[in-house]
């Protein structure tokens, strides 16, 4: 009689059935066990992401994207070009037009093949005086405005609305957007250790940040020395006019960059304050210039993530996502900004496309006559007043 327990593999004396009952235990067990490590950390990073992301997919759609076969492709993607919108402001709380987006780049990522066609990108700078009509209404605005607008109706709606337009002006779909505020900017610089620019003559800013206003009991409350007055007019029936009203100006109190932002000649080394006044700086230069300053230093954060190893470890990614909470906003998921992450690491030190629209012969754009808008105040148009050209040149990039 044959012993039912004796087999020529497996353990002696043990059924078959019962060794096979017990690996599939074992493997169901080990594969379990690497689900919830794999799981907590996928929360773990969607809970980082998700202080940032005004995605509508949350944590759950990050895990799922995440698991082996999913689809895990980036908007634009298939299409050879993503288009991110970067947004610079002041904050959601701060006084002085908090909401304006004075800070508007188009980022595009072109990934490549990994073969032949080589990965590259772009950085273009958009004005923020550009005239353009508000989308859903009649009312035009300076571009800056248009992220106000669009929040006064809804959280979020203002970076559709920004996407929307700067889409119209570039005749591109704008996949993405990303905003982040004055502390946010300011701990980005410090998270990657600060930037260093190198100047070939000094930098001044002596007008912006000491400029005065009129006075008031909070906050512009160092009267001028000597004396300066706003004057307000009006004007009587016959035509004359007359001053009806003179304000006694004064300066801040606790003025930013300490009044007269100085740099020297040569190499400087930027803490996330000093970055910010360098990027901010622009009444004795000009809205263009400062634009210049604000792609430099962009380039510097990506070099020196580079240094630090952020673009080759997502914990680190993740560690100073954590740091800028809600000073930094974007539409992404969770699993979108995870997929934007590896290709950025494939990309490395890819060419970069930078240009600002300007004035300057080729810059695209041109100051129109103040009595064509008047109450307008200083506003830029396209060359032309289509964006064909504008539109030409970013279906040249990156």
């Known amino acids: 009689m044959k012993n ?14 019962k060794q096979h009952h017990r690996i599939r235990i074992a493997a169901i067990t080990i594969v379990s066990t690497l689900v919830l490590i794999g799981g907590f950390f996928l929360w773990r990073a969607g809970s980082v992401m998700d202080k940032i992301s005004m995605g509508k997919g949350g944590i759950f759609s990050s895990v799922i994207k995440s698991l082996p076969g999913a689809e895990s492709k980036l908007k634009g993607e298939e299409d050879g070009r ?42 273009v700078s958009v004005p923020r005086d550009l005239y353009v009509t508000v989308p859903g209404t009649s009312d035009k605005q300076k571009i800056n405005a248009v992220h106000y607008y669009g929040e006064q109706k809804g959280k979020g709606q203002g970076m559709e609305h920004m996407k929307q337009i700067i889409s119209e002006i570039t005749g591109q779909p704008i996949h993405y957007a990303v905003s982040i505020d004055f502390k946010g900017f300011e701990n980005l610089i410090d998270a990657v250790g600060g930037v260093t620019v190198h100047l070939e ?32 007019y009006h004007v009587r029936k016959d035509g004359t006019k007359y001053l009806a009203k003179s304000y006694l100006l004064c300066y801040n109190k606790d003025e930013e960059c300490g009044g007269v932002f100085q740099l020297t000649a040569g190499d400087n080394r930027l803490n996330g304050e000093t970055a910010l006044c ?53 539409d992404m998921e969770g699993w979108e900004l995870k997929r934007m992450f590896d290709l950025y690491q494939k990309i490395g030190d890819a060419q970069l496309t930078q240009k600002v629209l300007d004035t300057s012969e080729d810059g695209l754009l041109y100051f129109p006559s103040q009595d064509r808008y008047p109450g307008a105040g200083s506003i830029i148009l396209p060359l032309g007043d289509t964006y064909d050209r504008i539109r030409a040149l970013f279906s040249s990039l990156p």
């Open 82 to 123: 993503i288009n991110i919108l970067l947004l610079g402001m002041r904050g959601e709380h701060v006084d002085g037009g908090g909401l304006l987006s004075d800070t508007i780049m188009v980022f595009s990522i072109h990934p490549g093949d990994g073969k032949e066609d080589k990965p590259r990108a772009s950085l």
């Open 278 to 330: 360098y990027v901010r700086s622009r009444a004795t230069s000009s809205d263009f210039e400062r634009a210049k300053r604000q792609q430099e230093v962009i380039k510097q954060i990506k070099e020196k993530a580079l240094t630090a190893g952020f673009l080759t470890d997502f914990g680190k990614v993740n560690a100073m996502i954590d740091t800028l909470g809600e000073d930094v906003r974007t």
């Open 201 to 232: 003559k000094p930098f001044a800013e002596g007008v912006q940040f000491h400029e005065p206003k009129v006075c008031d009991p909070y906050i512009y409350t160092v009267p001028t020395k000597p004396a300066q007055y706003e004057n307000k």
């Open 4 to 17: 039912p327990f004796k087999k020529k593999s497996g353990a002696p004396g043990v059924p078959a059935s």
